[in-house]
């Protein structure tokens, strides 16, 4: 079993820029895929990005790719997300989420998941 706890949010302008943590307790950290999804008020979780347990392969929602970028380090634990360019839409509580074996984009496959963190952008 895995606890992450997300930290980074708060309040930005568009264009600027935000790097969420996912701290995760226990030694296996390196055994989960991670994955970050948002959800904005009325609307559904949705994919933002993942990584697998090496951290050699990421992926991204379109909607973020060649913005936002995923990495992990798995001697401390840890999982980013650097969110760059930040527009209004990116407005949401994240989240990261553990799953077994490779990342996916469907958040009904994670076992594990942090309390959220608020990410606001003003225009």
């Known amino acids: 079993q895995v606890q992450l706890v997300e930290s980074g949010g708060g309040l930005v302008q568009a264009g600027g820029s935000l790097r969420l943590s996912c701290a995760a307790s226990?030694?296996?950290?390196?055994?989960?895929?991670m994955g970050w999804f948002r959800q904005a008020p009325g609307k559904e979780r949705e994919f933002v990005a993942a990584?697998?347990?090496?951290?050699?392969?990421?992926y991204y929602a379109d909607s973020v790719k060649d913005r936002f970028t995923v990495s992990r380090d798995n001697v401390e634990n840890t999982v980013y997300l650097q969110m760059n360019s930040l527009k209004p839409e990116d407005t949401a509580v994240y989240y990261c989420?553990?799953?077994?074996?490779?990342?996916?984009?469907?958040?009904?496959?994670?076992?594990?998941w942090g309390q959220g963190t608020q990410v606001t952008v003003s225009s």
């Open positions: 989420s553990a799953k077994y074996l490779l990342p996916t984009q469907d958040s009904a496959d994670y076992h594990y």
């Open positions: 226990g030694r296996t950290f390196g055994t989960y895929a």
């Open positions: 990584i697998t347990r090496s951290g050699d392969n990421a």
